[in-house]
């Protein structure tokens, strides 16, 4: 039996494309939306973005961005500060099936800090049938975290702030920092399948000459054991 809970189970955070500047992002990201408040058991959704109506709801709250890209560090400030017991920072286009819900009650028995997953990659003309959908072994691209606020609250402390959510290698730094500190406290749950991530083009990385790899954690980071 696991330990009673006490604040609310999971938050999930992400920033958005504005709806009008390409209409397939658009898509793909009210698509996600939907999923997050069907199958996804948060209590809230927050957007670092501007209102956009395919993405709200009674879940939904926006807050105000600063520049079109959020950094990793003011996300996890942001993640830190919420009263639940698991705060997810994801892509806007992430699809998420049913079985997340068992992913947050296995975290929750097993009293585990941090959690990630690769992506299974799914034509868009598919949908909804996810059955097809294909787990690319070469992409090593993470594009979920879940770890509680204590956790969020040392990653801010601690991420350059070179490092901007939309943009490559953010991940690599996350997974090298989680793999450091919490060793098998960091799991990927892949083989539950549940993350999906849509093929598509039109990738916008205006910071992307910014980028500094020079911190350690990059080249900390490796596959976590499973879930």
């Known amino acids: 039996m696991g330990a009673r809970r006490t604040k609310q189970p999971m938050i999930a955070i992400s920033s958005h494309r504005p709806f009008a500047n390409n209409s397939e992002y658009a898509a793909n990201q009210e698509r996600a939306a939907q999923s997050l408040q069907a199958q996804f058991n948060v209590s809230n959704i927050y957007y670092v973005g501007h209102y956009e109506d395919g993405l709200n709801s009674e879940k939904t709250m926006f807050i105000r961005p600063e520049g079109t890209h959020p950094t990793i560090k003011s996300m996890a400030d942001f993640a830190s500060k919420l009263s639940a017991e698991y705060v997810a920072i994801l892509n806007a286009d992430i699809v998420l099936g049913s079985a ?90 892949t083989d539950m399948r549940c993350v999906f991530h849509p093929k598509h083009g039109g990738r916008l990385t205006p910071f992307s000459p910014q980028i500094k790899n020079d911190s350690p954690y990059f080249t900390r980071a490796k596959r976590p054991s499973p879930l």
Not at 150 to 173: C, M, R, Y
Request: aromatic share 16%.
């Open 100 to 189: 997340i819900a068992e992913v947050e009650k296995r975290m929750h028995d097993m009293a585990l800090p941090a959690a990630t997953s690769y992506r299974y990659e799914f034509d868009p003309e598919d949908y909804p049938n996810l059955d097809g959908a294909v787990h690319h072994h070469e992409v090593r691209g993470m594009d979920i975290f879940i770890a509680n606020p204590g956790i969020w609250k040392l990653v801010a402390k601690d991420i350059p702030e070179t490092l901007w959510f939309g943009h490559q290698t953010f991940d690599s730094w996350l997974c090298g920092y989680f793999c450091h500190h919490l060793g098998y406290g960091f799991r990927q749950f």
